[in-house]
Structure formats: structure tokens, C-alpha cells
């Protein structure tokens, strides 16, 4: 069975621009979440989705958006690209257990972005 | 703000030693995960714990989980060089989130 799946795998932006990444989760979840890891850090969360709705919001500006479609895969998108953006950013689907929490978190290869 | 600390940040061992890396968080979670990451790769999920008391063990590694002493522990036994990697822990309050901690580099050195 596949994992979970990222695109692109590299990126290479300029500071101002606008990007894309996405996602596709493991057949079968409805979750998705979104981290970001800056180099020699530990992964930062960024949002969850569940069933098209954002379930979760970490401590990131508004530049920084989401959505999950119907298929249940998602797209992050950044705006107004800075140095510090720079990161490898991680996507992670997930079951939903009944009673409203997630399950164990499965990890994407993720995409490595690079803003000049 | 949930806090998860890890230490040592990093570690560098001989190859056939022992050690311990330890794992703090500062808010109640009945869930800890262990991950581990290789230069540019994703994360690898190594061990989930999910009660307190909570052991498991896989090859050279075995995780514990004290959940009324907020910490987690991930013990090596005998390194080997293929054990070298940054190993982070990670603390889930909700099911919502992964808390991350900075990540444990580990070197095994011949």
C-alpha cells in the first residue's frame, strides 16, 4: 500500500513569491496535518484538517494556509515568501478514533523548500 | 504551552555501549511517540506509547513512558554505527497535535 505522498519534493523560491505544496494521504484517513522544520529543529505543527475542516491551528501567521479536499488530500499554501521559510515541510494523515481524537500520525517524505 | 525537552541534544557513543536519552514534557498526555530522522529524510515512527508504565522494545532500542513523571525514555543497548541518526520525541494531547521535542543527534563512532 502507499504512503503518504508530497510534491513537489524540492522547491526554490524567491522572497515575495507565492507556493504550493501537496499531500496525499494513506487510503483509508481522513486526517491530514501539516509541520514545518526548520534545520536543527524539531518539526513545528501548522494546521489539521479532518474531513475538509481545519481542526487545529499551530502559532503561524496568516500567510500560511490550508485546505483538504473531498478525495481527503490537502494543499498547503504559503504566501509573501520569506528567508525564514525555509524548511523541509512535512505532511502526516492519520485515522480519526471515535470520540473525536486522532490516531497515530503517518509521515510523507515531505517537500524541502528554499526561499532566496 | 506544552513543553517536551529532550536530553542529551547530542550524543556521540562507541559502538557496543549503553545510554539513555530522556524525554520531559510539561502537560498531561497519555500518548508518546518515538521518531527517527535520517540526514534530509522524513521521519521513521519507532515506538508509540500510549499508557503509563507503557514498554516497548525493538532490536538495540526499548522506550518507556512515566506518565505521572512526565518523561519518557529511549535506552540504547550496544550500539552499532547504524544507529546513528537525530531522535526526537513527541507528545500528542489531543490527537490533534504532535509536540515535538529539538531531537537527540546520536553518533556511534567505530
Known amino acids: 500500500d502507499a504512503g503518504v505522498t508530497q510534491s513537489p519534493t524540492h522547491l526554490i523560491k524567491t522572497r515575495g513569491q507565492h507556493v504550493t505544496l501537496r499531500c496525499s494521504p494513506i487510503?483509508?484517513?481522513?486526517?491530514v496535518s501539516w509541520y514545518q522544520q526548520v534545520l536543527g529543529q524539531g518539526p513545528q505543527f501548522i494546521f489539521q484538517y479532518y474531513e475538509k475542516e481545519e481542526r487545529g491551528r499551530g502559532n503561524f501567521p496568516d500567510r500560511f494556509s490550508a485546505r483538504q479536499f473531498p478525495n481527503y488530500s490537502s494543499e498547503l499554501n504559503v504566501n509573501a515568501l520569506l528567508l525564514g521559510d525555509s524548511a523541509l515541510y512535512l505532511c502526516?494523515?492519520?485515522?480519526?478514533?471515535?470520540?473525536?481524537?486522532?490516531?497515530?500520525?503517518?509521515f510523507g517524505p515531505g517537500t524541502r523548500l528554499t526561499v532566496l | 504551552e506544552l513543553k517536551v525537552e529532550q536530553n542529551p541534544l547530542f550524543l556521540s557513543m562507541q559502538e557496543g555501549k549503553n545510554y539513555t536519552i530522556y524525554c520531559n514534557y510539561s502537560t498531561t498526555s497519555d500518548r508518546l511517540y518515538w521518531y527517527r530522522q535520517d540526514p534530509g529524510k522524513s521521519l521513521e515512527s519507532l515506538f508509540v506509547?500510549?499508557?503509563?508504565?507503557a514498554v516497548k522494545q525493538e532490536g538495540r532500542l526499548m522506550a518507556s513512558l512515566d506518565t505521572k513523571a512526565r518523561l519518557s525514555t529511549l535506552h540504547i543497548t550496544a550500539a552499532v554505527h547504524d544507529l546513528s541518526a537525530t531522535y526526537f520525541c513527541a507528545v500528542d494531547t489531543s490527537g490533534s497535535r504532535l509536540t515535538f521535542g529539538e531531537g537527540t543527534q546520536l553518533t556511534v563512532n567505530p
Open positions: 502526516a494523515s492519520q485515522t480519526w478514533l471515535a470520540g473525536g481524537r486522532g490516531n497515530e500520525q503517518f
Open positions: 506509547l500510549l499508557s503509563n508504565g
Open positions: 487510503s483509508g484517513h481522513k486526517s
